[in-house]
């Protein structure tokens, strides 16, 4: 794991209206808002994310998570507002 950047899974709150999952992180800390869309939650646990059940799927697949905040970070893939989605 890349030790510039922390994420704070206990701090992870379900967006309804977006279908994601939002939560803050601290890259070389600056702290960071990052979010992951339901369907990307969806490929990542091989089965279908709702709201009900989002916040169970963010802890059973946290690792990966984390590993493609790590791999959106080095691409630059930061959203216009600063903040990174996968």
Do not use: H
Not at 34 to 53: I, M
Request: overall charge negative; some cysteine; proline content about 1%.
């Amino acid at each position: 794991m890349n030790q510039s950047l922390i994420l704070a899974a206990d701090e992870a709150q379900v967006d309804t209206t977006k279908a994601r999952v939002c939560f803050y992180g601290q890259l070389n800390g600056a702290l960071l808002t990052c979010a992951v869309r339901f369907t990307t939650l969806s490929a990542l646990a091989g089965c279908a994310v709702d709201s009900d059940n989002a916040q169970a799927i963010v802890e059973q697949v946290w690792f990966d998570i984390e590993e493609q905040m790590e791999a959106a970070i080095e691409s630059e893939a930061f959203e216009p507002d600063g903040s990174l989605v996968i």
